[in-house]
C-alpha cells in the first residue's frame, strides 16, 4: 500500500508539469488503483470500489456520478454469464466438454493449449468474445490441478478470445462502436467480408505466437488425461446442452451481417441475462439460489471501476488535453504515428474498459488522422484492434476479468505475462498494418 502511495503522489508531481491539478490528480488515483490491483495489497473487490470514495473526495466525479457506472448494462451480461458458468460446473458438462475436445486434438499440454486457443478463437469471431470466455473457462479449470498448467489454459482461453473477436465485426464491442463512428463521420463502412480478410492474418499470427510462448515449460508440468470415461450424457447435462446449443444459435441469428443481414434486434446483454435466470426456472434450470455466492461480484466491481475511470477521463476533459498533445505529433512519420497509437491505446486500455476506451479514442484518433493527412479508417482501424489486444490486466478486456474470476490467475501472474504479449501484439499490428492494411483499406 505504501508503494501505491509512493507511485501515485510521483505520478501526480511529474503530470503536474503538463496537465492542471484535477487531471494530474486524476492521473495520480489511476496508478494508484492499477498499483494496488497489481500487487494485490488489497483485495480485488475492495480496490475496485474505491473510485466511488475516491473520485468525489479529490473532486473528479460526485458520489453519484461515480457509483452509477458500476450498474452499466453490460455488468448484466457478466451476470447471466456467471449464472450459466456455474450451472454447467454444477451439472458437470464441461467433463463430457473435455473429453470430447481431448479427442480432436493432441493430448499434451501443448496440444491442448493450442486447442483451447484455437477453440475460443474461433468461437470469438462468431459470438461474444465475453460469452466464449464464460462457456470455455470451466472446462480449463477441470483439466488439471497443477496450479500454473492451470493458468495457462485459463488464459489460453481468454487471449483466444480476445485474439478470435476481432476478426469479425461482432465479436466485440469496439469492432461496433468503429463502424457506428465511421458511419456517424460519413466515412465508408468496411464491409463484413473484407474486414475478415483484414484481420484473418494478424488473428492467424497471433494464435501461433502465444499459445506457443504460454507453452514453454509446461512439459514439467503435470497434466491430468485420465478424465472420466463417459459416453453418454446423463439427462440433465443433455437439457442444458439443448439450452446452450439455443443461446448459441440466437446469439448467431441476432448478430448483424452488414450489409447483407440486420440480426433480430435483440439486446445480447438481455439475451444472456434471460438465459441465466433460465437457469432458475424448475425443471428448466439448475441452479437455486444459495448457488449466487459463487459468483464472482469482485469482477463486477471490477468494471464498475473501469467504467467510472473513463467517464472520469471524459468529465474532467483528461481525453480532450490528451487529444491536444497528441496533435502535435502529427509531423511524425507514418510508421511512428502507428506504433504511437498502437502503444497509447494498447497500454490505456489496461486501466480502463476497452469498450469505454474505444469510445473517447476514436475522436481523438480522427483528429490525429487528419491533422497528419494520414488515411482515417487505418488509424481507427488500428486503435480499435488494439484496444482488444490488451494482455495485462483484468480491466481491460472480459475475457481478462472472467479469466481473473476463476480463481486460477494472479493480477501479477497477468501483468507479467501479459507485457510481453502486448509488446508482441503492437509489433504484429504494426507490421500488418503498414505492408497489408494501409493498401486494402
Not at 44 to 62: E, K, Q, W
Not at 241 to 266: A, R
Not at 359 to 369: D, Q
Request: one cysteine or more.
Amino acid at each position: 500500500m505504501l508503494l501505491a502511495l509512493i507511485l501515485a503522489l510521483a505520478t501526480f508531481l511529474v503530470a503536474g508539469y503538463a496537465f492542471n491539478t484535477q487531471h494530474a490528480t486524476l492521473l495520480g488515483l489511476i496508478v494508484f488503483l492499477v498499483a494496488l490491483w497489481t500487487n494485490e495489497a488489497l483485495p480485488l473487490g475492495v480496490v475496485s470500489l474505491l473510485p466511488i470514495l475516491l473520485f468525489p473526495t479529490f473532486d473528479i466525479m460526485s458520489t453519484n456520478a461515480t457509483s452509477v457506472n458500476y450498474s452499466k448494462s453490460i455488468i448484466f451480461l457478466f451476470l447471466g454469464g456467471f449464472m450459466i458458468a456455474i450451472a454447467t460446473q454444477k451439472t458437470n458438462l464441461h467433463k463430457y466438454v473435455s473429453n470430447k475436445l481431448l479427442t480432436l486434438f493432441p493430448n499434451t499440454p501443448r496440444g491442448i493449449l493450442f486447442s483451447l486457443s484455437i477453440t475460443s478463437a474461433f468461437l470469438s469471431s462468431l459470438i461474444s468474445n465475453t460469452t466464449t470466455a464464460l462457456l470455455l473457462i470451466p472446462i480449463a479449470m477441470f483439466l488439471t490441478d497443477d496450479l500454473k498448467l492451470k493458468m495457462r489454459l485459463v488464459l489460453a482461453i481468454a487471449y483466444g478470445a480476445s485474439i478470435g473477436g476481432i476478426v469479425t465485426p461482432i465479436g466485440t464491442p469496439p469492432n461496433l462502436i468503429l463502424l457506428g463512428f465511421m458511419e456517424q463521420n460519413a466515412i465508408e463502412a468496411i464491409p463484413f467480408v473484407k474486414w475478415i480478410f483484414l484481420t484473418g492474418p494478424l488473428a492467424l499470427v497471433m494464435l501461433l505466437i502465444i499459445p506457443f510462448f504460454l507453452s514453454l515449460g509446461v512439459q514439467d508440468l503435470k497434466f491430468d488425461t485420465k478424465l472420466e470415461d463417459r459416453t453418454h450424457l446423463s439427462g440433465e447435462q443433455r437439457r442444458l446442452l439443448y439450452i446452450l446449443g439455443s443461446l448459441v444459435v440466437l446469439l448467431l441469428v441476432n448478430s448483424k451481417i452488414e450489409p447483407y443481414y440486420s440480426g433480430l434486434g435483440l439486446n445480447e446483454k438481455g439475451i444472456l441475462l434471460a438465459y441465466g435466470l433460465l437457469m432458475f426456472v424448475p425443471k428448466i434450470g439448475f441452479l437455486e439460489w444459495e448457488d449466487t455466492k459463487k459468483i464472482p461480484y469482485e469482477i463486477i466491481f471490477l468494471f464498475g471501476a473501469g467504467f467510472s475511470i473513463a467517464s472520469a477521463f471524459s468529465s474532467t476533459g483528461l481525453a480532450n488535453e490528451i487529444a491536444n498533445y497528441l496533435l502535435a505529433l502529427t509531423s511524425l512519420p507514418t510508421i511512428l504515428l502507428i506504433v504511437l497509437v498502437a502503444s497509447l491505446i494498447t497500454f490505456t486500455t489496461e486501466v480502463t474498459s476497452n469498450t469505454a476506451l474505444t469510445s473517447i479514442a476514436l475522436p481523438i484518433i480522427f483528429s490525429l488522422s487528419q491533422a497528419a493527412n494520414i488515411d482515417s479508417t487505418l488509424l481507427l482501424f488500428v486503435a480499435t484492434i488494439c484496444a482488444s489486444y490488451a494482455f495485462m490486466l483484468p480491466i481491460d478486456t472480459p475475457p481478462n476479468a472472467i479469466a481473473m474470476s476463476s480463481g486460477a490467475v494472479r493480477v501479477k501472474d497477468m501483468a507479467k505475462i501479459g507485457f510481453v504479449f502486448n509488446i508482441i501484439g503492437i509489433l504484429a499490428i504494426t507490421t500488418i498494418a503498414l505492408v497489408y492494411w494501409q493498401y486494402y483499406l
